[in-house]
């Protein structure tokens, strides 16, 4: 497409939502044509203005899924605009037509600029089962810490029994517990409860196992070159897939990397102060892969030991 029939061209936003999606539509100068709510997605009526260029849309990873998967199949350039901020809300209030409106506004005068994930290949299955494999583990605290306090409030013969085990020698004594074999009451509550909570660990364990070999195996054949790099293990490899997505190349540079990881100085000068700051945006699971890339190293592997104590001698921070 030339440069004259994109300016020509409609820019689209939406305002994404469960149901619903409200959708808005300005011509090359920003003026309004018209908003519109749909049950299903707006690209018909976007087109009906003429040749849509790009849509900006709020939600891509989430309610606009869908939607930024059909627009892009229309080879439609969709881009992933930032809720509108609070302080634009005081102003001019809070309504889903407005929020459309702000989306295209943002997203033909370039505030708005980052090109969505695709979302349809290997690393978004990649994403999807590190979400699951997260929730497994989150959930795997929530049985061991009810399971350690059920120990220190249990009667006195349970609690000698199962005091000062680790968390695996607990888990497999707990789960061996048999309540319908005690004639107290309080010993058999104790004891079902402690039970209940340890086959639910060993369940989420086996959960995890299973998790654990399907990304290996789709991280193996993905990037298997980034899995030979010292230090680079199937979570560090597929936390850095997951932040760069199906379609890297919309990462123009190094540099659009490094801040998308959150690993790029910041400027942080006033007056006659002149400096940069770390930066704490960005994917912070990409952040914590890149510290163990070069952390791992540091600590194991003798030639790159030997290049950071250098460093530090020569009063590198």
Same mark, same amino acid.
């Given at each position: 497409?030339? #440069?004259?029939?994109? =300016?020509?061209?409609?820019?689209?936003?939406?305002?994404?939502?469960?149901?619903?999606?409200? =959708?808005?539509?300005?011509?090359?100068?920003?003026? %309004?044509?018209?908003?519109?709510?749909?049950?299903?997605?707006?690209?018909?009526? %976007? *087109?009906?203005?003429?040749?849509?260029?790009?849509?900006?849309?709020?939600?891509?990873?989430?309610?606009?899924?869908?939607?930024?998967?059909?627009?892009?199949?229309?080879?439609?350039?969709?881009?992933?605009?930032?809720?509108?901020?609070?302080?634009?809300?005081?102003?001019?209030? @809070?309504?889903?037509?407005?929020?459309?409106?702000?989306?295209?506004?943002?997203? %033909?005068?370039?505030?708005?600029?980052? #090109?969505? @994930?695709?979302?349809?290949?290997? &690393?978004?299955?990649?994403?999807?089962?590190? &979400?699951?494999?997260?929730?497994?583990?989150?959930?795997?605290? @929530?049985?061991?810490?009810?399971?350690?306090?059920?120990?220190?409030?249990?009667?006195?013969?349970?609690?000698?029994?199962?005091?000062?085990?680790?968390?695996?020698?607990?888990?497999?004594?707990?789960?061996?517990?048999?309540?319908?074999?005690?004639?107290?009451?309080?010993?058999?509550?104790?004891?079902?409860?402690?039970?209940? %909570?340890?086959?639910?660990?060993?369940?989420?364990?086996?959960?995890?196992?299973?998790?654990?070999?399907? #990304?290996?195996?789709?991280?193996?054949?993905?990037?298997?070159?980034?899995?030979?790099?010292?230090?680079?293990?199937?979570?560090?490899?597929?936390?850095?897939?997951?932040?760069?997505?199906?379609?890297?190349?919309?990462?123009?540079?190094?540099?659009?990397?490094?801040?998308?990881?959150?690993?790029?100085? #910041?400027?942080?000068?006033?007056? @006659?102060?002149?400096?940069?700051?770390?930066?704490?945006?960005?994917?912070?699971? =990409?952040?914590? =892969?890149?510290?163990?890339?070069?952390?791992?190293?540091?600590?194991?592997?003798?030639?790159?030991?030997?290049?950071?104590?250098?460093?530090?001698?020569? *009063?590198?921070?």
């Amino acid at each position: 497409m030339s #440069i004259v029939e994109a =300016a020509r061209g409609v820019t689209g936003g939406v305002d994404t939502h469960l149901d619903v999606h409200v =959708a808005a539509a300005l011509d090359p100068l920003g003026a %309004l044509l018209g908003t519109e709510r749909f049950g299903t997605d707006p690209a018909a009526w %976007l *087109g009906s203005f003429g040749q849509v260029t790009k849509v900006g849309v709020e939600g891509t990873g989430s309610y606009g899924a869908g939607l930024a998967r059909f627009l892009r199949r229309a080879d439609v350039e969709v881009i992933e605009v930032d809720r509108p901020n609070r302080a634009e809300h005081r102003r001019s209030g @809070k309504s889903d037509p407005l929020d459309a409106v702000e989306a295209a506004r943002a997203t %033909l005068g370039g505030r708005a600029k980052s #090109i969505s @994930k695709s979302k349809d290949g290997a &690393v978004e299955a990649i994403r999807v089962l590190v &979400v699951a494999k997260r929730s497994a583990r989150q959930a795997r605290v @929530k049985a061991l810490v009810p399971m350690r306090h059920r120990v220190i409030t249990a009667p006195d013969q349970l609690r000698c029994r199962l005091k000062g085990l680790s968390v695996a020698a607990l888990v497999a004594d707990a789960a061996r517990l048999r309540p319908s074999r005690s004639g107290d009451p309080m010993m058999a509550a104790h004891k079902a409860s402690l039970c209940s %909570l340890a086959h639910w660990f060993q369940g989420l364990e086996d959960e995890i196992a299973e998790l654990d070999e399907r #990304i290996e195996k789709l991280v193996a054949l993905t990037a298997s070159e980034l899995l030979s790099r010292f230090g680079v293990g199937p979570d560090t490899a597929a936390a850095l897939l997951v932040s760069a997505g199906d379609n890297p190349e919309r990462l123009h540079s190094e540099a659009a990397w490094a801040h998308l990881c959150g690993v790029a100085p #910041i400027p942080a000068s006033s007056g @006659k102060s002149s400096r940069h700051r770390l930066d704490r945006g960005g994917d912070r699971q =990409a952040n914590s =892969a890149l510290w163990r890339i070069v952390m791992v190293p540091i600590a194991h592997d003798p030639q790159t030991t030997a290049y950071f104590e250098r460093r530090v001698k020569e *009063g590198r921070p």
